[in-house]
């Protein structure tokens, strides 16, 4: 006696395919953007993740920090270097390793007292030229 033979289809629609948000291994400036933005959250430094464009962080205002070496690895301690413009102009550099250094690194740019000469550049006053 023989059985008969029963066969399943499966007749539901195929589940759609996960679209991707990044394809491929990633580069160095990503590299260096994942490793800068892991060690400002380390140093509990309040820079958002999106500011970090490789080992550089431009803030809004105006700040620019950036983590060094751009290969650090995590579990060594933070390094960055802030430049800050003070009210007269001036750029002062900075190097911090803690939220607290980066206030007082502020506190100190804005207390700023030197005055900025401008530059032999902009000094010099334009040569009109004679109309022919």
């Known amino acids: 006696m023989t059985t008969p033979s029963v066969t399943v289809v499966d007749l ?3 589940l759609p395919t996960r679209r991707r948000a990044f394809v491929g291994p990633y580069g ?3 590299q ?6 892991l060690a400002s959250a380390a140093a509990q430094l309040p820079i958002p993740v999106t500011a970090w464009h490789g080992p550089t962080a431009h803030l809004t205002d105006g700040t620019v920090i950036t983590h ?7 579990d060594q301690r933070p390094t960055f270097h ?3 413009r003070c009210p007269h102009g001036a750029i002062h550099p900075h190097t ?22 401008p530059t032999p ?5 334009p040569k009109e030229h004679p109309k022919p």
Request: net charge positive; aromatic share 0%; with cysteine.
């Open 12 to 14: 539901r629609r195929p």
């Open 121 to 125: 550049a902009a000094q010099e006053t």
């Open 82 to 84: 802030a430049t800050i």
């Open 32 to 37: 260096a953007a994942i490793r800068a933005a």
């Open 96 to 117: 911090i390793h803690t939220a607290d250094d980066l206030t007082r690194a502020r506190q100190i740019t804005a207390q700023c007292q030197q005055r900025t000469l």
């Open 68 to 74: 060094t070496p751009a290969h650090a690895t995590t």
């Open 28 to 30: 160095a400036v990503e």
